[in-house]
């Protein structure tokens, strides 16, 4: 059982940066990941609401910070996407400053779902990202997305490779499968949400 009706979930702000952001108090945790890697479908699997979050077969649908909310000082944060290459330059740029801004500066943010598609892990941008949230202390749960595209064998082994990829720092990164079309690894997911909402955290060190 959690801890919150992730159903109630709703939509509270846009914003084309931090500092549109309502007031840094509360808990924040936010999702981030390459254009397409299924962010705003997990958002919305885990709430089980069709449309909270925009979702779109065309990558870079997801262009402000969009937060959520789940109860006074509890909230979820859609993230834009980065290395989404058909992008001009500069947006691509501006999007990935959003994301950096956001994850250096928001003390309210306790836990960073890093998504990746589990067909193609681990790009360079999402190392960058996981590399990111190590400097800036944040804990990260990796949700290897749209594992329905792939038989369970394959899950699995693309699964230990990150795994393995990431153990050096398993002491602030987990892995799980996820699969927003099938529905595979939601439960995980609110667990994981509940206790970062739940802990008791410092002010984290932020190394710039
Ligand atoms: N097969 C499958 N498709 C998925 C899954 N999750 C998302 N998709 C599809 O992938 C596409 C992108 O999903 P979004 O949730 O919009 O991705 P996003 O990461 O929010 O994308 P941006 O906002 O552009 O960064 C959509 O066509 C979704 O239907 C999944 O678990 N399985
Ligand atoms: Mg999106």
Redesign the pocket.
Known sequence: MSIFNYHLAHFIASAPGIHHLPADTGIEIA?V??????????I??CTNQKNL???????????FINLFQLSEGYRIV?L??YG?SNAPVVVQRKRKTIVTNYLKNRQSLKGLLI?MDIRNPLKDLDQQMIMSAIECNIAVLVLL?????LNYQKCITQLHTVRQVTKIFSNIIQVQI?????K?GIDKLRQQLDYWYNSVFTVRQVKL
Not at 178 to 182: D, L, Y
């Open positions: 999702f990941g390459r254009s397409n890697a299924g962010k705003s479908s997990a919305n699997a979050a925009r979702t779109s077969k065309m990558p870079g649908c997801t262009q859609d834009p996407g989404y998504l997305t749209k594992a329905d595209k996820f699969s927003a079309e099938k595979i």
